[in-house]
């Protein structure tokens, strides 16, 4: 595996503006936030990133929101997390 390094993203802005910075210097780097393969494909050397950056640091991207008669989901909400979420009407199959 090539030698990258990981960096645990403290906020959205942080981490936009780390992947901005990347980009301007020629330098790869992906996006983890759990639930990927992404570990396996670089062992393989399927993808090579300079930098991993960790999305799972970032406090209150697991959330979930009542808003305009609707729900807004944050982007590291686990599918239990919706299932279990009171008043969410998400129904699990018996």
């Known amino acids: ?19 901005q910075k990347f980009q301007q210097e020629k330098k790869s ?12 494909l670089m062992k393989e050397r399927v993808i090579t990133p300079d930098y991993v950056v960790n ?3 970032i406090p209150g991207l697991n ?7 609707g729900f807004r989901i944050g982007a590291l909400t686990t599918l239990s ?5 009171a008043g969410s009407g998400v129904a ?3």
């Open 55 to 57: 999305l799972k640091t």
């Open 29 to 40: 780097a992906i996006v983890v936030s759990g639930g990927s393969e992404i570990l396996q």
């Open 81 to 85: 997390e919706i299932e279990e979420h």
């Open 63 to 69: 959330t979930i929101k009542e808003e305009r008669g």
């Open 92 to 94: 699990a199959d018996p």
């Open 1 to 19: 595996m090539k030698t990258f390094e990981n960096i645990d993203a403290k906020s959205v802005k942080q981490a936009a503006a780390l992947l």
